[in-house]
């Protein structure tokens, strides 16, 4: 079955750390535009990283800028997400994503994305 198979996530105090996977499961992440997406109760979706392995261009939203990293390791065949310094604004579901291969054309909108992982919940106490 192809999917993407997300783990990480959980409860953690503001200043605290999580480390969220996306491993892509009968289906190669490599070459492919990866990204991270989250949605807060209420809110839009919103995009927070993307990643192309191709020339290890990166991309993160301003809000997490210096605070969040991707990274990919292809032998793993898995996307990451690490958050550090999380803050209460942070809490969302948080979504990886996938499209065809080829550069990020456009990292942070989501109609370029045909497949999502699961989901996994992110929340920040103060």
């Known amino acids: 079955q192809v999917q993407l198979v997300q783990s990480g996530g959980g409860s953690v105090q503001a200043g605290g750390s999580l480390r969220l996977s996306c491993t892509g499961r009968g289906y190669n992440l490599d070459a492919r535009c990866v990204a991270w997406f989250r949605q807060a109760p209420g809110k839009e979706r919103e995009g927070v990283a993307a990643?192309?392995?191709?020339?290890?261009?990166?991309w993160h939203t301003d809000s997490v800028k210096g605070r969040f990293a991707i990274s990919q390791d292809n032998a793993k065949n898995t996307v990451y997400l690490q958050m550090n310094s999380l803050e209460p604004e942070d809490t969302a579901m948080y979504y990886c994503?996938?499209?065809?291969?080829?550069?990020?054309?456009?990292?942070?909108?989501?109609?370029?994305?045909?497949?999502w992982g699961q989901g996994t919940q992110v929340a920040v106490s103060s």
């Open positions: 994503a996938t499209g065809p291969y080829g550069r990020c054309t456009n990292p942070f909108g989501p109609t370029g994305y045909y497949r």
């Open positions: 990643i192309y392995s191709g020339d290890s261009s990166t």
